[in-house]
C-alpha cells in the first residue's frame, strides 16, 4: 500500500481516538499531520441536530427577551435557516459570528420585522472574520459620524510609476484595541468590508464635512 493510502486508512481511527499509536505514527508525516488536523473532531463538528437543538433554545430565549409573542412567530425560510445550522454545527465558530446568525434569524422568525431579513444576510455573515463582524454594530449606528472612520492611502509616485507604500493609515483602530489586527490584516478587512457592501469608501472627503 502506498504512503498516501495508509494516511487515509488511519485517518479513520482519528475520528475514535487521535491517541491511538497508529495514529500518532501517521502524525509524523506531512500528510498523517494535515489528516489528524482536518478530521471532524478536530474541528468539533458536530451533527446538524445537535446544531439545531442549540439555535431553537437561543433563538427562543431571544424572542422571550425581546417580548415577542407566540402569534408573531413563523417559520424562516430555508435560504436562512440552512446556513444558520451549518455555521453552528461548528463548535468553534467565533461567538460573535453566531451572534449575528441568530439576529438574522431571530429577525425572520418575527412576523413584523421579516421582511427586513434577506436571505443574502446570510451569505454576507459567512464571509466576515471575528474582527469584521465587531464592526456590524457600529455600521447599524443612528449618528453619521459613528459610522465613519478616517482612511488614508500613502503612495509614492515617480514619474509614470505609483507605489502603494501603505495600503490604509488609520489615526485609530477601527476594530478596537483588544483585538487590533496587522496593519495588513486591517487593510484586507476594510476591503472586504467595501466588496460586501457594509462599507463604502469616500475618497477626498474629510470627516468635517459631516
Same mark, same amino acid.
Given at each position: ?8 486508512? %488511519? ?8 491517541a ?9 508525516? %506531512? ?11 478536530n ?9 439545531l ?10 424572542l ?5 409573542p407566540?402569534d ?18 461548528y ?22 420585522q ?15 472574520s ?15 459620524r459613528?459610522?465613519m ?22 489615526d ?14 486591517a ?6 468590508? %467595501? ?8 475618497q ?7
Amino acid at each position: 500500500m502506498s504512503d498516501g493510502g495508509k494516511a487515509v486508512a %488511519v485517518s479513520g481511527l482519528a475520528y475514535k481516538d487521535v491517541a491511538h499509536p497508529a495514529a500518532r505514527e501517521v502524525g509524523k508525516t %506531512v500528510a498523517g499531520a494535515v489528516h489528524l488536523l482536518l478530521t471532524p473532531i478536530n474541528f468539533g463538528i458536530r451533527t446538524a441536530q445537535a446544531a439545531l437543538d442549540d439555535i431553537l433554545e437561543k433563538v427562543s430565549h431571544r424572542l422571550d427577551q425581546d417580548g415577542v409573542p407566540a402569534d408573531r412567530i413563523q417559520s424562516p425560510p430555508t435560504e436562512i435557516i440552512a446556513p444558520v445550522i451549518r455555521a453552528f454545527q461548528y463548535e468553534r465558530q467565533d461567538p460573535t459570528i453566531r451572534d449575528l446568525y441568530l439576529n438574522l434569524l431571530a429577525t425572520a422568525m418575527h412576523t413584523d420585522q421579516a421582511t427586513s431579513a434577506h436571505p443574502a444576510f446570510a451569505d454576507v455573515i459567512g464571509q466576515l472574520s471575528p474582527a469584521e463582524a465587531k464592526l456590524v454594530p457600529k455600521f447599524a449606528s443612528a449618528e453619521p459620524r459613528e459610522r465613519m472612520f478616517p482612511l488614508a492611502r500613502i503612495v509614492h509616485t515617480a514619474g509614470s510609476r505609483t507605489w502603494v507604500l501603505s495600503p490604509y493609515s488609520v489615526d485609530f483602530n477601527p476594530f478596537g484595541d483588544e483585538m487590533a489586527p496587522p496593519v495588513s490584516l486591517a487593510a484586507a478587512s476594510i476591503d472586504n468590508l %467595501v466588496r460586501v457592501g457594509l462599507a463604502r469608501i469616500n475618497q477626498g472627503q474629510s470627516m468635517d464635512d459631516f
